[in-house]
């Protein structure tokens, strides 16, 4: 999820708000202190526009089939 949030430039708590959770909820993910569920998958690869096989196939990938529309437009 951090390589896709890198790549899109979205922050976090937009990708909470997509996912329907916190934050917190978010953070905990990412960080392994609590696991992605199934749905969570369903929804983020719904989000990013790519299929939830490439999603599970890790950042390379998922990264590698993230549709243009999708990029960071700015630089930070």
Same mark, same amino acid.
């Given at each position: 999820?951090?390589?896709? &949030? *890198?790549?899109?430039?979205?922050? *976090?708590?937009?990708?909470?708000?997509?996912?329907?959770?916190?934050?917190? *909820?978010?953070?905990?993910? *990412? #960080?392994?202190?609590?696991?992605?569920? &199934?749905? +969570?998958?369903?929804?983020? #690869?719904?989000?990013? +526009?790519?299929?939830? &096989? +490439?999603? &599970?196939?890790?950042?390379?990938?998922?990264?590698?089939?993230?549709?243009?529309?999708?990029?960071?437009?700015?630089?930070?």
């Amino acid at each position: 999820m951090a390589a896709l &949030l *890198q790549m899109t430039g979205e922050p *976090q708590r937009e990708l909470a708000a997509a996912l329907g959770l916190t934050q917190t *909820q978010v953070s905990r993910r *990412q #960080a392994g202190t609590t696991a992605w569920t &199934l749905k +969570d998958c369903e929804v983020l #690869a719904a989000h990013y +526009d790519i299929p939830v &096989l +490439d999603l &599970l196939a890790g950042p390379g990938r998922a990264c590698a089939v993230l549709p243009a529309h999708r990029y960071r437009r700015h630089h930070p």
